[in-house]
């Protein structure tokens, strides 16, 4: 059980376009799911906090505009990178948080976006 | 202020035991959580200590002192493929998991 799906998993665009990476979580409900992003050997960076039904809370620092989320249902989030730059290339991961104590997350397996 | 505090990288044998210690200065309490990352992909869970004491899960332990704010985890039997990044991870009083940067593990043969 507990599995989070991510797509797509790798992904290259070009400068300007917007990406759209989904995260399901496919045997579970999660009311809570996360967006992370990791640089090249640094440490998991918390981007927002998306609940369903709700407008996601943002970590200090990152853009609402420029990275939508949209949390819809209680198995789907987005993460919408709009008008990339190649300082957004970088691994994005995506949590949900398990809906029973001690609601650990579970991670999908990451989307690694590049920029060109 | 929050803080999580473990080593940046370790070194150990194929078949020898290693511990990997967390130290934690967070608001709130709900659990301290341990997470394996290969290099290229997302963490995996591993172990979560809410109280005191030494959680044992196979090859690997997790022990807990909320007094001392100290974690660790212990893998025993070392294998090549424990080669990984260790995240320690607390979960504050708003049930948000906050991260260290990870203690990056080298097994040699």
């Known amino acids: 059980g507990a599995v989070v799906s991510q797509h797509p998993s790798r992904v290259i665009c070009k400068s300007g376009t917007s990406v759209k990476i989904e995260c399901r979580s496919l045997d579970f409900q999660a009311t809570t799911m996360f967006w992370y992003r990791q640089f090249p050997k640094q440490s998991l960076m918390l981007m927002a906090t998306?609940?369903?039904?709700?407008?996601?809370?943002?970590e200090q620092g990152v853009e609402k505009d420029k990275f939508l989320i949209n949390h819809a249902s209680l198995t789907l989030s987005t993460l919408t990178v709009t008008s990339a730059h190649p300082e957004d290339s970088s691994f994005y991961i995506c949590s949900a948080s398990s809906p029973r104590e001690p609601y650990e997350q579970y991670f999908g397996p990451g989307t690694r976006l590049t920029v060109t | 202020g929050q803080n999580i505090d473990q080593p940046t990288e370790m070194t150990a044998t194929e078949g020898a035991i290693v511990q990997i210690n967390c130290t934690y200065q967070t608001s709130g309490f709900n659990g301290l959580f341990w997470y394996q990352q290969h290099a290229g992909e997302a963490p995996t869970f591993l172990s979560y200590n809410v109280l005191d004491g030494l959680e044992e899960k196979g090859r690997f332990s997790s022990f807990l002192s909320r007094s001392k704010g100290y974690s660790y985890l212990l893998l025993k039997e070392l294998q090549m493929k424990d080669s990984a990044s260790y995240l320690c991870a607390n979960m504050d009083s708003n049930y948000q998991l906050i991260w260290g940067a990870g203690t990056k593990l080298i097994i040699k043969p």
């Open positions: 998306s609940n369903e039904g709700s407008k996601a809370t943002y």
